[in-house]
């Protein structure tokens, strides 16, 4: 590689925290999230690392069919379901599970030619206000699908839009069961989402779908919320060194000149920038590790390199490793900075930036 910055994913960390995760809901069964390309993080350096889950939960087909034809044969929930009606023909020939929200879905799978039925997760809106059918439209919606033949198992879905608070499923998780009070008999329900499986058990029920927690990377964007669940970061992010400049008092740093030196004193310029993924509005101060020593950013972050303080790390010099995030520095630490959580900045990172495997 031409530039020295580099993303790692460690498989053992991910092991390690699925382990967490069913330790957490250890009669669950887990569908894995690997929506977004893993987090970022690659769903082709992730998914073997990740094979002792029940199945993978992800949106994009071309996806799917990668772990398709990487030789998974579990199963593959498609979170936000299919877009159009010719899309089940694709749903069909790889044995895809489907979140069903609208009443047009159910009318493309009445009308579908299938080789087999498809397993379907009922989507509920229990006040997100995203996708999903009011509770008190559940069950004449399900007894609808439960009639057709192209449906096999179904499964009753919502998502949470507080459960990072002690008391933010409360709400929900009552409209779901008016939801299912409706249904006659008690059906397979996946209501809990990272944050849920951590903090409400209560809503572990058949299936669990965690994301961002096996990724090491907290679902309130507090590190401290999960520092003692024993999870692990997953991605680093490191750089070097290359070059350093000496401040005289006044001196300004970078475009526009956010910051000007109080005193005398050293930076360290960093390969990495906004087109990197590191945000460019992250403020001077956001925490950033130069041979293990914690310090802090200066100025503004430019397209290829940022200015880091090294008043409190003397002995780096040109080549020292810089930890933008990782074991040192939490991403959650970086976004909480940053005025963001830890999701974008995973998600984030550029293309031209390599990745090792660890």
């Known amino acids: 590689m031409s530039r020295p910055i580099i993303a790692t994913v460690s498989q ?42 029940d199945g993978f939960a992800l949106l994009n087909y071309e996806e799917a069919i990668q772990l398709r ?58 006040g997100m206000n995203r996708l999903g059918f009011r509770p008190d439209q559940v069950p004449e ?20 839009a507080r459960a990072e608070l002690s008391d933010g499923v409360d709400q929900p998780v009552a409209l779901m069961a008016q939801a299912a009070a409706g249904l006659g008999s ?16 209560e809503t572990h029920h058949q299936w669990i779908r ?9 679902p309130s964007g507090n590190w401290q919320d999960i520092a003692g669940t024993g999870l692990k970061p997953v991605m680093g992010l490191h750089s070097e060194i290359i070059g350093i400049q000496q401040l005289t008092p006044g001196e300004g740093v970078g475009y526009g000149y956010r910051y000007h030196a109080a005193s005398e004193h050293k930076i360290g310029i960093v390969a990495c920038g906004y087109a990197d993924g590191y945000p460019r509005h992250a403020p001077s101060g956001t925490p950033v590790a130069v041979d293990g020593v ?48 830890g999701y974008e900045l995973l998600c984030a990172v550029a293309p031209r930036v390599p990745f090792r495997l660890l």
């Open 294 to 341: 914690m310090t802090r950013t200066l100025g503004a972050v430019s397209m290829d390199m940022m200015m880091i303080d090294l008043a409190p790390c003397p002995a780096a010099h040109i080549g020292s490793v810089v930890e933008l995030w990782g074991q040192q520095v939490p991403a959650d630490d970086v976004a909480q900075s940053c005025g963001t959580v």
């Open 12 to 53: 053992q960390a991910l092991q390690h925290n699925l382990a967490i995760v069913k330790q957490a809901a250890p009669a669950a069964k887990v569908w894995s999230v690997v929506k977004s390309n893993a987090y970022g993080h690659g769903i082709s350096r992730c998914y073997t690392a990740l094979s002792e889950s």
């Open 186 to 201: 008690v059906p397979a329900r996946c209501f809990a989402n990272s944050a849920a499986t951590l903090w409400h058990p």
């Open 141 to 160: 919606v399900w007894n609808r699908l439960a009639a057709l033949d192209n449906v096999g198992e179904m499964t009753l879905m919502t998502h949470f």
């Open 69 to 126: 034809e990487s030789g998974w044969q579990k199963p593959l929930l498609l979170l936000e379901g299919f877009f159009k009606a010719a899309d089940l023909a694709l749903l069909d020939g790889y044995r895809l599970t489907t979140s069903v929200h609208s009443e047009w879905q159910i009318t493309a799978l009445a009308n579908a030619r299938l080789s087999a039925p498809l397993d379907i997760y009922v989507k509920v809106n229990s």
């Open 210 to 218: 965690p994301g961002i927690i096996l990724y090491g990377v907290s």
